[in-house]
């Protein structure tokens, strides 16, 4: 039987394969290339740990624990993309919502979410 150390390596090296290269699964999880390199490399210096482990299934769109439980030998890239895509998950979405947790104006934060009111991505509140 697998550890948890080996389930979540080939769990996050599938991951990683759906971004293209580590260096953009990396970016995604707005860590260093030699970070990445270290927990996914061919010969991995470190385990990946519950942290990077839950960035990981955020960043993906993967429910808590997801790396944590053996998926098969083999993921079916077509579709993890299209799960992700239907996700509408980006590394320019993530940008902007880190953004936005950032703005400690009352007025700007209001005005954020009267425009996506406004184009549809937020449902319009009942006040």
């Known amino acids: 039987m697998k550890t948890t150390a080996e389930i979540r390596l080939i769990n996050a090296r599938n991951l990683a394969s759906l971004f293209g290269t580590r260096a953009d699964f990396a970016r995604a999880l707005e860590m260093s290339d030699a970070y990445m390199w ?3 490399g061919d010969s991995p210096k470190r385990n990946i740990g519950n942290s990077i482990a839950r960035r990981m299934e955020v960043a993906c769109g993967k429910p ?3 790396l944590d439980v053996p998926h098969g030998s083999e993921v079916d890239e077509k579709s993890e993309a299209a799960e992700i895509s239907e996700r509408e998950f980006s590394l320019d979405a993530m940008k902007v919502a880190r ?3 950032a703005l400690t104006e009352k007025p700007q ?3 954020i979410m009267a425009q996506l ?3 549809g991505v937020l449902p319009v509140s009942s006040k």
């Open 64 to 66: 808590e624990g997801w």
């Open 109 to 111: 934060r209001d005005a």
């Open 99 to 101: 953004a936005f947790d």
């Open 38 to 40: 270290q927990i996914l």
């Open 117 to 119: 009111r406004a184009f």
